[in-house]
């Protein structure tokens, strides 16, 4: 009987092989650090910007070229009023300013031959005078029917509605075809570019914020903290709630952020320890909040626990459930895939 060597030596080789060892878990050590701490209250975000554009002459909206949501560029026409009636009044101001200035030419001609003709002594000081008034009431009745036809262009060209500033248009007031007066208001926009939130801070935690607050906004939805660009305390408070309105600036032009959004923002106040673990180890089963403890023998054990919140970097406080020096593991899923193969 022959025997195969190379079949042979392949199974030795898989049988006499080392097993890799499975790579070990990441950890993180409990501690207890000393961290800020905070005065937490809800806010609102809005826009530093936030303007509604009326109409400033009557007329019938003409035609509406942005909607919610759109984006328009500063002095970017947004909507137009009919400009015949405008047009109209433009063109009688400007025939009156042709004949006032007709007449002032001619009041001006017929004052200088009358100053040659007193010096000649042909006429009376009473008609010089009556020459020269004449020649004075003209230049008014120009500088007025100039006046009007300066007022009844601009008229005209409050026509074209324009965009103050660019921004994001937050609604739209009219519909096309519409009537409308002077101070109606047409659209609603804001500078999504430059925001702030607004926080009520009750009057007996004015003096723990102090008077230049250290603030960060956390915004639950995006899962994002920003640091405060600027902190405004107001120097009065409201009558009926005894709070004060805190305006906190947030960097420019802040992603996926707009007016009306829930925030919370946290106040420094003072110093605390806390222990401390990171987010990622934590596991949530139903209503069983849980982390991974990994013993001396690099075995992972679930273990219930008590936590509170979150903060910027991502760590969350440890309530009850461990103590100083034990180690957690980093990735939950790894180490529930490591204890259910170490029960095998």
């Known amino acids: 009987m022959k025997l ?84 109209q009044a433009l063109a009688g101001s400007r025939a009156q300013l042709s004949q006032a200035e ?37 230049k008014a009745q120009a500088a007025a029917s100039e006046a009007g036809a300066e007022q009844s262009a601009l008229a005209q060209s409050y026509t074209s509605v324009l965009a103050p500033y660019p921004g994001v248009v937050a609604a739209r007031l009219v519909e096309l075809g519409e009537m409308v007066t ?10 999504p570019s430059q925001l702030r939130v607004i926080a009520s801070v009750p009057q007996e935690k004015l003096k723990d914020i102090g008077s230049h607050p250290v603030v960060t906004v956390e915004v639950p939805s995006l899962e994002r903290w920003i640091k405060a660009a600027s902190v405004t305390v107001q120097p009065s408070a409201d ?13 420019a032009n802040q992603a996926n952020l707009y007016p ?8 420094v106040v003072g110093k605390e320890k806390k222990m401390l673990i990171p987010n990622s180890a934590v596991v949530h089963r139903s209503e069983v909040v849980a982390v991974y403890v990994v013993d001396e023998k690099d075995v992972p054990h679930l273990r219930q626990v008590r936590l509170g919140e979150v903060n910027e970097q991502n760590e969350i406080e440890v309530l ?3 103590n100083i020096g034990e180690r957690v593991a980093r990735d939950a899923v790894k180490a529930g895939m490591a204890a259910a193969e170490s029960k095998r």
């Open 4 to 87: 195969n060597l190379g079949l042979f030596f392949g199974l030795s080789v898989c049988l006499f092989a080392p097993v890799q060892a499975a790579e070990p878990l990441a950890t993180a050590a409990v501690q207890l650090r000393e961290v800020e701490q905070t005065y937490s209250i809800d806010g609102v975000v809005e826009a530093t910007r936030q303007s509604t554009v009326s109409a400033q002459i009557s007329g019938r909206v003409k035609a509406i070229y942005f909607d919610v949501g759109d984006r328009v560029s500063k002095g970017q026409v947004i909507l137009r009023i009919d400009e015949r009636e405008a047009n």
């Open 102 to 138: 007709a007449a002032l030419q001619n009041a001006r001609l017929n004052y200088e031959r009358s100053k040659q003709l007193f010096e000649q002594k042909f006429i009376s000081q009473a008609a010089l005078d009556k020459a020269k008034s004449d020649y004075e009431v003209a």
């Open 182 to 191: 002077v101070g109606k208001p047409l659209m609603t926009g804001f500078d």
């Open 239 to 251: 009558v009926r709630t005894h709070s004060t309105q805190v305006r906190v600036d947030l960097p």
């Open 260 to 267: 009306g959004m829930f925030v919370r923002t946290h106040f």
């Open 320 to 322: 009850a459930g461990l």
